[in-house]
């Protein structure tokens, strides 16, 4: 078939004559609607790529922690320290929403003094410079004393 009569015959049918092999002896056409094709082709790639990605989830597996033993007391400490941050302030976001001051917050022995001087800084945020903190190593816990009765 020659390239007018192509051409024609694309027109008829309101389509597009798209060039399937160029480099072949005659080269190689084909009547297709070229928007419906090229749409066609973008969601196949898009299957592909969410297949793909599908592949690399990341599952839901606990791993085992294995400490040496000299990392292990940082470790633990920097871990712990963590966790009094967290604690504190969870304990300021309720006191945020009771509208008073947490007072005897439970702290590890080894930790008092950090968590005492997380607990006093919080509670001066809060409450100004009339707050006051002290924290007692023998009974495990960080006092902390502000003037409010309820509200800021």
Known sequence: MTL?????????????LVEVQRDAKPPVC??????????KNDQVGKERAKAKRAEVTI?????????????????????STFLIVFIILSLGMMADAKKQCPYKIPISKK??????????ADCKKQHGADASGSCSEEKGFCNCVANCKGSR
């Open 30 to 39: 084909k009547i297709v609607d070229y928007a419906h094709d090229k749409y």
């Open 111 to 120: 930790l008092s003094y950090c968590a005492a001087t997380l607990c006093l």
């Open 59 to 79: 599952r839901p597996e606990v791993k085992d922690i294995h400490f040496t033993p000299k990392i292990m007391r940082k470790s633990v400490q920097l871990l």
């Open 4 to 16: 007018k009569e192509a051409l024609r015959r694309a027109k008829e049918l309101k389509h597009d």
